[in-house]
């Protein structure tokens, strides 16, 4: 087929359960491979590695003429990028609040515990529904100070949001954009409620941190904190069902290392890393260079649309060895599992520290487990790909 017809047929629904033999025909076409719609698409890790840290690449939408709402820090440039994850780290990690994640590892254990009371032998679960969505969304509520009764309504929100930034070059993306910016006002609207509830009276939550910051130049603006809050709530759990699903399809594939985890549980974080490497959460991000840029002889326009397929740099043979082999005694493992440059995930520890957790709890019950459909159902969207479903029988 075609090469400028890769990015229609890495996103069409059809190829989600093994997008994988597109990636290496992509390497092979590239490194950057013109797209029918205009676009440029590149899957070679050292040109994905080298554009995520290009301050010529803008995550910004409105760097190619779109007028759209100021959007989230996660697509803003610096210096309005730095400021804004500046100020939403601050009772997150370090070094303001440097003992938040590891604080919630007890609280993570104890969840985690909770959610498999019903983990019986000879019982049927969805490791998706039952197990590896509600332990993030829980986690992610009680940081930002959710009630648990509203979860549902957060996450009708973000399903919505999360498809209209979906990647979906045959689609007229009206719709889902409209339901998205709608989605973004409710939501933004509850959170700045909720967290108007607790200025003057602060509880140990982020949205309290957000509106009791006592310094005038180090506060959020309304707008600024509904975004930052809707931005923490999505990349708080999105990434990481997909990271622990994704995981727990892997491990029932590969019962030999399975088995090596089971004698050697030592080796959890390894195995977490060589997850992100091999079956990554986040497969796509898009980039729009402020100029005309040159990649390895081929000059990108200005304004460009430029897909960066991360999960086809994390199978690049030019970087790691035997790529498709799933090896959690990888020596240096430096994936793009959590992207790169001044947009790494700044979650990315409290993803860790989830995903450890959930598949230490699970490995005792993984042994004499089997999946009930292979390949599973996977989501519609290909930008966050995971199984929508992973039905197990214990």
């Known amino acids: ?98 003992g938040r994640v590891d604080a919630m590892r007890g609280e993570i254990a104890r969840l985690t515990e909770e959610l498999m009371g019903s983990f019986t032998a000879g019982r049927q679960v969805d490791i998706v529904d039952d197990f590896a969505y509600p332990l993030p969304v829980t986690v992610i509520c009680r940081l930002l100070g959710v009630p648990r009764q509203d979860e549902p309504q957060l996450q009708e929100w973000s399903n919505a949001l999360v498809a209209a930034a979906d990647v979906r070059p045959d689609e007229d993306p009206t719709e889902r954009v409209r339901a998205g910016q709608q989605a973004q006002i409710e939501m933004g609207a509850y959170l700045i409620d909720l967290a108007e509830q607790r200025r003057g009276h602060p509880t140990d939550d982020m949205l309290s941190a957000f509106v009791n910051e006592p310094d005038p130049a180090l506060r959020l603006t309304q707008e600024e904190l509904a975004q930052t809050a809707i931005l923490l709530f999505i990349a708080g759990h999105e990434t990481t069902v997909n990271l622990i699903t994704n995981g727990v399809l892997t491990l029932l594939r590969h019962p030999e290392q399975l088995d090596h985890l089971r004698r050697e549980p030592d080796l959890l974080p390894r195995v977490v890393e060589e997850l992100l490497r091999y079956e990554p959460p986040v497969h796509i991000r898009e980039r729009i260079p402020h100029a005309d840029i040159d990649v390895t002889g081929t000059t990108i326009p200005r304004g460009t649309s430029v897909v960066l397929v991360l999960a086809s740099g994390n199978r690049d043979p030019m970087r790691f060895h035997e790529p498709d082999r799933f090896d959690p005694t990888r020596p240096d493992n430096e994936h793009l599992g959590f992207g790169g440059g001044i947009h790494l995930c700044f979650g990315g520890p409290l993803a860790r520290v989830e995903a450890q957790s959930a598949l230490g709890a699970l490995i005792p019950y993984l042994d004499t487990a089997r999946l009930v459909e292979d390949p599973p159902p996977y989501r519609q969207n290909a930008m966050l790909r995971g199984p929508r479903h992973l039905s197990v029988h214990l």
């Open 1 to 98: 087929m075609d090469s400028d017809t890769l990015l229609a047929r890495i996103t069409d629904y059809a190829s989600r359960p093994d997008p994988y033999p597109l990636y290496a025909e992509l390497r092979e076409a590239g490194p950057v491979v013109r797209q029918a719609d205009g676009s440029c698409l590149i899957g070679t890790y050292h040109e994905i590695a080298a554009l995520l840290h290009d301050p010529r690449m803008s995550a910004d939408p409105r760097s190619r003429g779109e007028t759209t709402r100021k959007p989230p820090f996660l697509r803003l440039d610096d210096p309005e990028h730095h400021r804004l994850r500046t100020l939403a780290m601050r009772p997150f990690g370090p070094p303001h609040s440097p």
